[in-house]
């Protein structure tokens, strides 16, 4: 193990958690096959995700188990993906495997969610011999049509120049049937459909060079456009792979499941052992520590509950549970184990079946349709229009060149820079904004996040940081007594910050009768003919309350004595302020949230009085409202964090979960903004409605060259060298004037 | 099933390394040697043996083949094994790679200065040493495949990758460039002539750089690079990209040898325009491979092995931006023929293979003798004064080429030559000469500094023959019913037997069909050249055998100042029955395509047997041995029969007149030479040489020039 | 200039043979992972010995 030390600077894992976790549940066959990729009687190999590791030594103890387990074969690490793969011996086990990994502080991510499949790189894996044949063919084409170019004569070529052209046959073949098969597919499914879009003007390109080149080689020796036409599928595939960014270690596709555990701890006959989770039956006494999730719906039996449902339903402050009340499915417990008893089965738990309506049940729909395909409409009828119209004029003239000039229009009308514009300059911008955190599904949403109008908030957890705040006390000593009574004041309030003043004092605390909340000021309370009040300025000392840049203050005066304030940073996020105000300027805001109202007052304060702000927001309410705006035709962006926000961020056009570490996140979401990048938000937003700048700037560009090369088409003067410089010339700088704008761009705005 | 315990086979990477030490030394004091003899023409020592025209190909086989090649095998053998999991699949045949690969070498070095040699750049082994080398390579080849079928670790990283381009290409290259029909035992005939043979072979002969001098050191980067910094490669997918693209590029770039020749016009373009393509794959590696080195440059200030990859990766951006330069027409007018290509391989050589060389020795031997270097203070000196070694090689260099090829093309303003005589270039490049040669002895000295190093860590240490190493064997969990019955059949054979069946039969069918196919393609497009005659035809093999070709071009260009110098410039069509092209490609001295009829035969008798008798100050040696050996009259039958094979149109029974026709010439040339007071034997190999001289050019009636 | 043919022909099988080559290497996945090999060539393996067995596991 010595190595493991020398490798890097930071190596290892801190190991959390000091309980033993009790694996026994990997042992049911079903829960196997989640994890086990191929087995037979003597081997197996198991796949897991592991997104602790982190550098070089991480990758070197995870390739390095059979030092720790002789019966561990080999294990193979993929960093980018995250995830180890186990070959191994049958005399161990899963079980033991996962153990021994927990042991070291790589415990996998073992959770309910179903195997993901492998879809993503077998379609990787298709581009990449498309684009390997392709280039192959366009190299060797374009050798072989160089003689032409250099204008090798018949006679010194001695059939050089007939073989070279019938080589180029063969060679564009493939490519025709093949790599570029897509195209042609999708172009005769829209045009099925009666849509005209992108892919129609380049099949039509395709087809036409490569029957133009046959015609032109086998009738009249002459040499083809085959180069021209292999180039366009080389480039045109580049082009889609470049904006195949997929992001390995983040699953879009994941959903609820993945926030259940796999096993939980069940009490049977006096003893605990772990089943799977998916094995609860009805009655099963089921064992739930500090911090784990809530299965299945069930009645609580022994222990104290303190259930946080911020993360289903939105609600702040968690509920206290009595013996023999219900506790749903979902809600984490937050004090001490806790011992309940399943009333039903996973399937038919709130959970599950908050997740089974229906917005989940579709694939999302792009609603609108790209700008590049938009123009590839009217791109394809002006140019056909103008092959016929050309063609039928020269047909006075000379029947000839009349077909000569309708396949060489439609040749060098060239979508090309509408069929790679888009990939490159939204696949550049997709992984500037993936540098600054920001993970879009794929480019498409970056054109979306142009037409957006409205953009709906959720609270808790997406304006607020969830967790511990930071809490400081500014004033005179709290003495015990003191002390006493501000905690027994706020003990009443459901306000999210007297939760925090609660926990941030020490000592005792009653319950009293004499309280009152005034809401968007402060609370009052009255304990043995103490007055304590708590809150704003104004109610304490009749001054204006005081947010400045996310923190919130609450003054406290006992027997209106001023005795203090609590300073609460980083309650709201940092530079909430400047986000709120760039964006209102530019959208309509709405802050939904499936907490009280208590905060209205302060969020007016961010968001101004012409916002919308909604409480008591249950998830379904979400959606429906969403649902509502998209009615009136505005178009939604959903930033929200959370289950209880899954299925309006489904609704929402685009929907963005924020979360504090990319591993966890909302299901559903078009996008993850890691919290560490909210500030940028707006930059964000800013540089998708530049890039689509960019994008209409390049299609202009890419008209000028379509003009020179109409221009030669027109008058019957477009040679094969002409077409086969025009293409890659226009290719290329298409590709390097995207490319330079958005990168300029975005060193200019400090994204890069 | 468990983990697997095996070994490292150290032993033959320190056979390989001992080797590379050994033959290093003796190239480049070949080198060293003839850098002198370009200004000090006595160090030829009278001999034959040591004449620069016969040791030429001494050297460039022995710093490529012997030093390089040996390098590349001990890279190799270390960082496949290393990367496969594996031990190399069979002892035996590393072994008899490395004794069969060594004998070649000492072949070479016996047969090259004796003379026996085929003139084809690089490739000047006869055909006995050409069958040697087929089966050796493809026993490393074979060891190499098995190694990689047999490996532990799923994943091929890129370094292997480039080793098996460089097995895969070589073979096809050596294979298509070697095919010729032996006349004797070491002499044969190259089955292509004239302009298809130049093609041929610079087609051979710039792949042999792209995949003999690159492809093999790239792979060895990718490897030593990361291990010695201690990083991963800058980019991998780079890497990757990177080395598809220059595969499939490379190929193509050979015709930049071959500029204003007599090679068609769109062939020329052909190669300009993909030379300048091979610019972006070969930047990406030089990128990738310097970037590596991001956040560690200040390690390379102290660490010497660094030093030497550094200098070897930038001097490959250098030569791989220069090449395309210089096939760029209006630059290769200049610089063919002259200096500057001689400079520009040796940044190449001393810079990138060179360097890399050491930096991979230094990282290599204390390791496998698990100790420290020696002296990390003598390894920076040597970084210094290698580098220093080539500053002094290269700067001088680049000065005489341009000087050469500006000399050559200047005109007075009346419009003559401003230097009609060719000698005045030579002398003028004396001094840069002297200076390169400085050069050369600094990089020598470096190089001995190394093997001194080297020698006493070796001493210092313990040797480890077999590293211990552990890895589980790849499990292939097959899946049965996923594959067809086709693949299933392949499967059942072994796949070393179809690799074997599939290259015997790629050399059966193009040793048979490519003769006989350019056979009938060879008509010959101007009427009045006409095949050699028998004298001329031994005369042409004893300028080969005296490697004539080394010094002097047979290829005038169609530029005024060569016409103006030579005469007509060179058709395509003069060349059909040249079996091999003798087109050379440095002008040490002047071009020789047009000198028949330009001297008398007096002039050549007296020339031979001391060039300074008629060009004072020349630096040609002198050839006294060909006044007393004779040519073998018995073999002439034989060496018209083959030539007819090849396609040249002797009559049928041609071969029993021949010896008839040869006597008649001979005493001709010698009854002229006694009538002006030459002591002339018509037996003897100066009358050979001279009827083929004289015979040169002499196809195309055109008028003589009035030249001295 | 027929011999253009032979070269021809012979560099289109060596591209061939790299072709096969790559469709090879990607279909057994090759290039699925594009960056944890050049981690992984700069560890040693060292075979454990006997001693590190009584030192524990880390």
């Known amino acids: 193990m010595c190595t493991y030390y020398s490798i890097s600077d930071a190596p290892g894992i801190n190991k959390k958690d000091e309980n033993k976790r009790n694996y026994d549940f990997l042992d049911d066959p079903d829960i196997k096959t989640k994890f086990v990729d191929i087995s037979d009687d003597r081997i197996s190999k198991a796949i897991f995700s592991i997104p602790q590791m982190h550098c070089s030594s991480c990758i070197w103890i995870l390739e390095n188990l059979n030092r720790l387990d002789n019966d561990i074969l080999s294990s193979q690490v993929n960093f980018l993906q995250k995830s180890l793969s186990v070959t191994y011996n049958n005399k161990t086990s ?140 080389f480039f045109l595939l580049l082009g889609k792979l470049f904006q195949t960014k997929t992001y390995d270690a983040l699953n879009f596709e994941r959903n609820y499941k993945s926030y259940f555990p796999l096993g939980i701890t069940i009490r049977k006959n006096n003893s605990e052992t772990t089943i799977p989770v998916e094995k609860i039956e009805v009655g099963d006494r089921l064992i739930i520590r500090n911090g784990e999730l809530i299965p299945v719906d069930s009645v609580l039996i022994k222990g104290n509950g303190t259930i946080d449902y ?122 500037i904004m993936g540098r600054n955190n920001f993970y879009l599904r794929n480019v498409d949403l970056i054109e979306e996040l142009t037409k957006i109008t409205d953009i709906v908030f959720d609270k808790t957890g997406t304006l607020t940081i969830s967790g511990k705040a930071n809490i400081k006390y500014e004033g005179m000593e709290l003495t015990t007594k003191k002390k006493f009574l501000i905690k027994s004041a706020v003990r009443n309030s459901t306000h999210p910050l007297s939760k925090m003043i609660f926990d941030y004092l020490e000592g005792h605390y009653i319950i009293i009768e004499k309280f009152e909340e005034i809401a968007g000021e402060g609370i009052y309370a009255e304990i043995n003919r103490s007055t304590i009040k708590l809150g704003s ?134 996008g993850i903004l890691e919290a560490k990048s909210f500030d940028l938000f707006t930059k964000f937003l800013n540089f998708a409605i530049y890039s689509k700048k960019i994008i209409i700037a390049s299609f202009i560009i890419s008209f000028v060259y379509n003009f020179f090369g109409l221009y030669f088409a027109i008058s019957g003067n477009l040679t094969p060298i002409l077409a086969a410089i025009l293409m890659p010339i226009s290719s290329i700088s298409i590709v390097i004037f995207t490319t330079t704008g958005t990168n300029l761009y975005a060193k200019k705005r400090g994204l890069i | 099933m468990n983990v697997e315990k095996f070994s490292y086979d150290n032993n033959i990477v320190r056979l390989f390394i001992y080797a590379s030490l050994v033959f290093g030394f003796v190239g480049m004091l070949v080198g060293l040697i003839m850098a002198i003899q370009l200004y000090y023409p006595e160090l030829n020592l009278g001999i034959s043996y040591t004449t620069f025209g016969r040791i030429r190909p ?115 290259l050596h294979v298509v460039n070697s095919i ?93 325009v993909f030379s300048i393509m091979l610019i972006a794959p070969s930047w990406g590696g030089m990128l990738n491979g310097l970037l590596t080195l991001r956040g560690a440059w200040d390690r390379v200030r102290t660490d010497p092995i660094l030093k030497f990859m550094v200098v070897a990766v930038t001097a490959y951006g250098m030569a791989t931006f220069e090449g395309p330069m210089l096939s760029l027409r209006g630059v290769n007018a200049i610089a063919h023929f002259t200096d500057w290509i001689v400079a520009h391989v040796h940044i190449g050589a001393l810079g990138w293979n060179g360097f890399l060389s050491f930096g991979m020795l230094y990282w290599i031997v204390p390791r496998m003798w698990k100790t420290d270097l020696y002296s990390k203070k003598l390894a920076n000196l040597h970084f210094w004064i290698g580098t220093l070694g080539i500053v002094f090689y290269s700067v001088p260099m680049y000065w005489s080429g341009i000087a050469q090829a500006l000399m050559w093309k200047q005109f007075t303003p009346l419009g003559i030559l401003q230097y009609p005589n060719f000698l005045e270039t ?77 290259v015997v039969i790629l050399i059966g069918g193009a040793v048979e069909f490519i003769p006989t196919y350019l056979v009938k393609s060879n008509i010959p497009t101007i009427a009045s050249v006409k095949p050699y005659s028998p004298l001329e035809l031994h005369g042409r093999d004893i300028y080969i055998r005296e490697g004539c070709n080394n010094c002097h071009s047979q290829l005038v260009r169609p530029f005024r100042s060569e016409t103006e110098r030579y005469g007509e410039y060179s058709k395509a069509g003069e060349y059909v029955y040249d079996h091999p092209f003798l087109w050379g490609s440095k002008r040490t001295g002047p071009d020789l395509h047009r000198i028949g009829g330009k001297y008398g035969n007096l002039w050549h008798f007296m020339h031979m047997e001391d060039p300074r008798t008629m060009s004072p100050g020349s630096i040609m040696p002198p050839y006294p041995w060909l006044y007393t050996e004779k040519y073998d009259r018995e073999l002439t039958p034989k060496m018209i029969s083959v030539m007819r094979t090849l396609g040249v149109p002797y009559e049928e029974g041609y071969e029993k007149f021949a010896n008839d026709d040869l006597e008649l010439q001979a005493k001709k040339i010698s009854d002229d030479l006694l009538q002006s007071g030459a002591d002339a034997d018509p037996e003897t190999d100066i009358i050979a040489l001279i009827a083929y001289l004289q015979r040169l050019g002499t196809d195309i009636k055109s008028k003589p020039l009035n030249g001295k | 200039m027929s011999v253009i043919i032979v070269l021809i022909g012979f560099s289109l099988l060596v591209a061939i043979i790299f072709l096969i080559l790559f469709i090879r290497a990607v279909k057994s996945g090759q290039f699925d992972d594009k960056y944890t090999p050049s981690i992984r060539i700069l560890f040693d393996d060292e075979p454990k010995k006997e001693k590190d067995k009584k030192h524990g596991s880390s």
């Open chain 2, 180 to 272: 010729e029909i032996p006349l004797t035992l070491f002499k044969s005939y190259s089955v292509y002539a004239g302009v298809q043979d130049a093609l041929v072979q610079w087609w051979y002969g710039h792949n042999a750089v792209a995949f003999f001098l690159t492809t093999p050191y790239l792979g060895l980067m990718y490897y030593f690079l990361p291990k010695a910094a201690n990083r991963p490669v800058y980019s991998y997918r780079l890497s990757i990209l990177h080395f598809w693209a220059l595969i499939f590029l490379y190929i193509w770039a050979g015709p930049h040898h071959l500029l204003y020749s007599a090679l068609p016009d769109w062939a020329q373009s052909l190669g300009t």
């Open chain 2, 426 to 502: 030579t002398l003028q490049i004396i001094p840069m000469h002297i200076m390169r040669s400085f050069g050369g002895l600094l990089y020598l000295t470096g190089f001995i500094m190394m093997i001194y190093n080297l020698a006493v860590t070796i001493k210092l240490g313990t040797f480890v023959r077999d590293e211990e190493a552990e890895a589980a064997p790849l499990i292939k969990v097959k899946d049965e019913f996923k594959r067809g019955l086709i693949h299933r059949w392949l499967e059942k054979r072994p796949i070393k037997f179809a690799l074997l069946s599939t």
């Open chain 1, 537 to 670: 300025l104004l109610l304490v000392n009749k001054e204006k309350f005081d947010i400045s840049g996310g923190n919130s203050v609450v003054h406290c005066s006992i027997n209106d004595e001023y005795i203090g304030k609590f300073i609460i940073n980083n309650f709201y996020r940092e530079n909430l302020t400047n986000l709120a105000k760039e964006l209102k300027s530019k959208y309509n805001i709405h802050v939904l949230s499936g907490d009280n109202k208590s905060e209205h007052e302060n969020l007016k304060r961010f968001f101004g009085n012409d916002s919308i702000y909604l409480f008591d927001q249950s998830p379904q309410d979400k959606l429906d409202y969403i649902a509502a705006l998209q009615n009136a035709d505005k178009k939604v962006l959903m930033m929200g964090d959370g289950l209880n926000d899954a299925g309006a961020l489904r609704q929402s056009d685009i929907g963005i979960s924020i979360s504090e570490d990319k591993s966890n996140f909302s299901p559903s979401c078009d």
């Open chain 1, 94 to 233: 899963l079980k033991k495997i996962v153990t021994l990994l927990d042991s070291i502080g790589y415990e996998p991510l073992l959770n309910l969610e179903e195997k993901r499949d492998s879809k993503n790189s077998s379609e990787l894996r298709k581009l990449y011999y498309k684009i390997g044949i392709a280039g192959f063919c366009f190299g060797n084409i374009m050798m072989l049509s160089f003689p032409e170019y250099l204008s090798i004569s018949p006679q010194d070529s001695a059939g050089l120049d007939t073989l070279f052209n019938y080589l180029n046959i063969l060679l564009s073949i493939p490519v025709f049937f093949y790599s570029g098969s897509e195209y042609l597919i999708s172009a005769y499914k829209s045009l099925k459909n009666k849509i005209v879009n992108i892919d129609v003007p380049i099949a039509l390109g395709i087809i036409v060079l490569f029957l133009r080149s046959l015609v032109e080689i086998i009738f009249f020796s002459n040499a083809g456009y085959l180069d021209s036409m292999t180039g366009l599928v």
């Open chain 1, 310 to 431: 911020s993360f289903v339903t939105g609600e702040a402050l968690p509920v206290k549970k009595e013996q023999g009340e219900i506790i749903y499915a979902g809600g984490k417990q937050t004090g001490g184990a806790i011992e309940i008893e399943s009333i039903k089965e996973i399937s038919q738990s709130y959970l599950t079946r908050l997740w089974n309506n229906k917005i989940f049940s579709k694939q999302k729909e792009m609603n609108s349709i790209s700008l590049a395909n938009y123009i590839s409409k009217y791109f394809t009828f002006i140019v056909l229009g103008l092959a016929i119209v050309s063609s039928g004029i020269w047909m006075f003239y000379d029947t000839n060149t009349a077909m000569n000039v309708f396949t060489a229009i439609l040749i060098v009308a060239c979508p090309c820079a509408l069929a790679l514009s888009t990939p490159f300059t939204s696949g550049n911008a997709l992984r």
């Open chain 2, 58 to 172: 001494l050297h460039t086989n022995a710093v490529i083949f012997a030093f390089v090649g040996n390098i590349i095998f001990a890279g190799v053998y270390y960082s496949l094994q290393r990367l496969t999991k594996a031990r190399m699949y069979n002892d035996f045949l590393s072994k008899f790679h490395f004794w069969g690969w060594q004998t070649i070498i000492v072949a070479a070095a016996i047969t090259l200065p004796l003379g026996l040699t085929s003139s084809k750049e690089y490739a000047e082994l006869e055909w006995p040493i050409d069958i040697a080398i087929a089966i050796v390579w493809l026993v490393f080849g074979v060891n190499m495949i098995m190694t990689i079928i047999k490996r532990r670790e799923e994943h091929m990283y890129v370094a292997i990758w480039f080793y098996i381009a460089t097995f895969v290409t070589v073979t096809v």
